[in-house]
């Protein structure tokens, strides 16, 4: 049976949890363990599908189609293990299961409580599927005190009692803030954070001390006292250059080293560190930058773009180049002149969104990029605006659009009742539920022998991630064929476009998926890591 290790947080959120969980489940892995990484996430939606952005940021997407927190892509990419729907739970499917259960009868007539109702399933969740397991790292959402979270600590406390400390590690990542006019770190927040979590019955093994600053000895000696820890396993986790330094950071002050002294492992190997010292000095040390405009429109959150933003890194990675990203909010060019901005770009990509806010202006990039010559990438929504653009402006369908925003004159992208997902013909329809009902997962494509798709591949079959509605309507693919932008990439059974490219352009390449979701630092993606090759070849024309 896997030793279980809860990641728990405390003063604020947004501390980094999820990257200081995949950090350790890659030490963990570097040591020769097998790991997985699961998320418990204590608030009431179902899942992340229908949350804003704005709110919650980017929604990943597994292969067998759940949307899941963001964390899960931290821990696809420095794992390398596939995450699935049974790594991601929610406050909200946890009491939509339980309720469902109610309503069956499956209580025979006894009061349905949160103890130990809920609890125990959170726990059935936890537990399930760790048999083949070295180490399950279960991180916590929110942080300790919030309210809504309270059944996910209780549930941990009750596992810790039932398993023992040789079983089950608690960590807590907690923030030691430096007041700039005190000149001062203040460990009171952490000490109060502590004895939040010891209010509820969890002591921790280690704490997780974020600072932008390093803490002296003598403050982890004082957080050690006051919490209850020794001192040794006070960890600081300060701020880094990159996060693919977070592995060779935790190692070198001994985070990985204290986890297995708490389990009673003393004699573990060494970690091999040496491919993150290899993505480390990629990242820091470049032999050129290339800039990459993102057009898309839910730039005030970064994290809303956030594998976009890693698989970028990654095409740089690959090509040992920095990529610097321009973030621009399309509605900018339904304005001002989008050559204002993309001049001096070395290439376009337009990532996935919803809704018609801001398409004008996503258009007016993938014109900007067809008609300059400059490589142009296009992501789902992206895709979509792409042949939009085609269509009216060398198709000559005045009025092309999406049914997505009303009812165009010519449907070029509609919406798609049914669809064949392996041997299971699935529908959707407008007026159903919005959560769980798009095109989600993996599917496969199958690309056109010669194609650049297939070139770049170096396959004629593959499979990527899917999250959408509306798709490319093959009624119109002829038309835009016959003006250069061709269909490269099909569905299986040939009723939807998948990847759609120009022949006779430096680099124009959009596709139905979300090859982002499936980029990791020691295995780019090979649409990013093609697409910043045409930048590097870009940047030196100019």
Request: proline share 6%; glycine share 10%; with cysteine.
């Amino acid at each position: 049976m896997a030793r279980l290790i809860f990641i728990t947080g405390g003063v604020v959120s947004s501390l980094g949890k999820g990257l200081a969980s995949a950090a350790l489940g890659a030490l963990l892995q570097a040591r020769g363990y097998k790991v997985r990484l699961r998320k418990l996430d204590p608030y009431l939606n179902v899942d992340p599908g229908t949350m804003s952005p704005f709110q919650h940021g980017e929604v990943y997407v597994t292969d067998d189609g759940a949307e899941t927190d963001l964390d899960l892509g931290h821990y696809e990419r420095f794992t390398g293990v596939a995450s699935s729907k049974a790594d991601n739970i929610t406050a909200g499917r946890i009491y939509q299961q339980f309720i469902e259960k109610e309503r069956r009868g499956d209580y025979l007539g006894r009061t349905v409580q949160v103890i130990p109702h809920v609890t125990d399933q959170i726990k059935e969740f936890i537990q399930a599927g760790q048999d083949d397991l070295d180490f399950l790292l279960c991180e916590i959402g929110g942080t300790v005190g919030d309210i809504e979270g309270l059944p996910f600590f209780e549930a941990i406390r009750q596992l810790g009692n039932e398993l023992g400390s040789e079983r089950v590690a608690f960590v807590h990542l907690t923030l030691v803030p430096f007041i700039e006019t005190a000149g001062e770190l203040k460990t009171k927040p952490t000490q109060h954070s502590v004895k939040e979590l010891r209010g509820i019955g969890i002591q921790p093994d280690i704490l997780l001390c974020r600072s932008s600053k390093p803490i002296p000895e003598d403050e982890r000696r004082k957080i050690a006292l006051f919490c209850n820890v020794r001192p040794e396993r006070v960890i600081p986790a300060i701020d880094l250059p990159t996060i693919y330094q977070a592995p060779i950071h935790f190692h070198d002050v001994g985070f990985d080293t204290q986890v297995l002294k708490v389990f009673g492992i003393e004699n573990a190997p060494p970690p091999d560190l040496s491919r993150w010292r290899w993505v480390v000095d990629r990242v820091t040390n470049p032999e050129g930058e290339v800039r990459i405009a993102v057009v898309g429109k839910y730039m005030q959150v970064k994290d809303s773009y956030k594998s976009l933003s890693e698989a970028l890194t990654h095409g740089g990675l690959a090509n040992n180049v920095r990529v610097k990203m321009d973030w621009i909010d399309s509605e900018i060019f339904e304005r001002d002149d989008a050559a204002a901005f993309l001049e001096e770009v070395d290439g376009i990509l337009v990532p996935g969104g919803f809704g018609e806010r801001g398409t004008q202006g996503k258009i007016e990039a993938v014109k900007f990029a067809r008609n300059r010559k400059v490589p142009f990438f296009g992501i789902c929504y992206g895709l979509h605006m792409a042949v939009i653009e085609v269509a009216r402006d060398l198709a000559g369908l005045e009025g092309a659009g999406t049914t997505e925003n009303g009812k165009p004159r010519h449907p070029v992208i509609a919406l798609m009742t049914e669809w064949t997902k392996g041997n299971r013909l699935e529908t959707r329809s407008e007026e159903g539920d919005l959560g769980g009902t798009m095109r989600l997962g993996a599917y496969p494509a199958v690309l056109t022998p010669g194609s650049r798709v297939a070139e770049i591949y170096g396959a004629t079959e593959i499979s990527e991630r899917h999250r959408h509605r509306y798709e490319v309507n093959v009624g119109y693919t002829r038309q835009l064929e016959e003006h250069g932008f061709r269909v490269s990439g099909w569905s299986p059974d040939g009723r939807l476009p998948e990847i759609m490219e120009i022949s006779d352009h430096p680099w124009f390449i959009g596709v139905q998926f979300h090859p982002e979701l499936k980029s990791k630092p020691f295995e780019p993606h090979p649409l990013f890591a093609s697409f910043i090759a045409a930048a590097v070849h870009q940047s030196r024309l100019v």
